[in-house]
Every structure is written in C-alpha cells, then in structure tokens.
T-cell receptor, first 111, second 113 residues
C-alpha cells in the first residue's frame, strides 16, 4: 500500500518568514495530493490540493509543488502570520479516493 | 453548501460500555463517508468507509463497527469499549466520483476510563 512520510514534525518560524513542509509518497499510482490545516480541537480543513497533471499551484500565500518523478510534494507558506500556527497534514490518494496521510507538522509562527 | 455534523464533541465512557458516535452530512447526495481515528501526535488512521447505504468497508480489524442506515448518516459503534479505543474520532465526506477532497467534521474526543 501507499506510504506517506512528512517532514519536519515540528517547525518554528518568525512572523513574516516562509515555511516549507515536505512529503514523500511510495505509490506511483497516487494522483491527488491534498493539504490540510488542523487547529486545536478541530477537524482538518482543506487548504490546497494538487493533481498529478500539474506541477505547481498557488493560492495567495500558499503554494504546493509536486515532483512526480521523485515522488515528493511540498507546501510553501510565505509571509507567515501567527494565525498560520497549526498542525499541517499532507495526503496522497489514488483513484479509489482512499487518503493516506502523513504524520503531521506542528507549525509555530513566532510574533 | 455542504455541512458535516458530528456529536458528541466529547465523551467519557467506562471500559466495557457501548459506544455510538453519529455523523450526518447536509447539502449533498450519495456522498462517500469515512471514519478516522487520530492518536495524539500521529496522523489519521482510516477505520471505515462507505460508498452507499449499507455498504461498509473496514480498513483495520478491531473492536469497532460502522453502519450507514441512511444516505447521509454514518454511525460508529462498539459493544464493549477498551482502553485502547481512546482517541479523537473524525468523520469525513467526499463526492463519490473520482479523486475528490475529503471534508472533515470537528471530531469527537473519546476518553475511556
């Protein structure tokens, strides 16, 4: 089955700096890669996703890049703000729509 | 727009007691439905998913079961809870066609004493 690894597990950045979270996957059949943000006591919320026919996608301060050959994808947050502090999860899915999640990155943005 | 509701938000149960967690989705028809468990400091583990009424697939053999009595209702149950059943339980839905985002409820924090 699919195996998704996520790094780092914790990340602290100064407000205004950029944050990068990286994930690798093992199954070349995976073709959909969502990213979720989870605040304390809440369920994960989708923040951005990318499909395997696209190499990069941006939404304001958030971007995701995908390298299918190397089987890795990354989340980039620019101009970080304190409200970006949360746990971020990556996931990989194939056509069966079963998601395989990474173990999460706890991001702290220091004011 | 679509919304997902889970209840209760928190639950404290003694070992050996039964469990029933409910999840309902509004604003869509024939969604795929999912139950996940999230252990502290770890990712999300898929427990069950359903593509239609009465259709349940189990990913992890364990002390829990799931049922889908109605199109937009998904129930997680146990006859006798174990200490190891403690955790954060999340319900999610997605559209049933192709690769689609999964949308999560706010979860139930279950503590077994």
């Amino acid at each position: 089955g699919e195996n998704v690894e996520q790094h780092p597990s914790t990340l602290s950045v100064q407000e205004g700096d950029s944050a990068v979270i990286k994930c690798t996957y093992s199954d070349s059949a995976s073709n959909y890669f969502p990213w979720y943000k989870q605040e304390l006591g809440k369920g994960p919320q989708l923040i951005i996703d990318i499909r395997s026919n696209v190499g990069e996608k941006k939404d304001q301060r958030i971007a995701v890049t995908l390298n299918k050959t190397a089987k890795h994808f990354s989340l980039h947050i620019t101009e970080t703000q304190p409200e970006d502090s949360a746990v971020y999860f990556c996931a990989a899915a194939n056509t069966g729509n079963q998601f395989y999640f990474g173990t999460g990155t706890s991001l702290t943005v220091i004011p | 727009s679509q919304t997902i509701h889970q209840w209760p938000a928190t639950l404290v149960q003694p070992v050996g007691s039964p469990l029933s967690l409910e999840c309902t989705v509004e604003g869509t028809s024939n969604p795929n439905l999912y139950w996940y468990r999230q252990a502290a400091g770890r990712g999300l583990q898929l427990l069950f998913y359903s593509v239609g009424i009465g259709q349940i697939s189990s990913e992890v053999p364990q002390n829990l079961s799931a049922s889908r009595p109605q199109d937009r209702q998904f129930i997680l149950s146990s006859k006798k809870l174990l200490l190891s059943d403690s955790g954060f339980y999340l319900c999610a839905w997605s559209l049933g066609v192709g690769n689609q985002p999964q949308h999560f409820g706010d979860g139930t924090r279950l503590s077994i004493l």
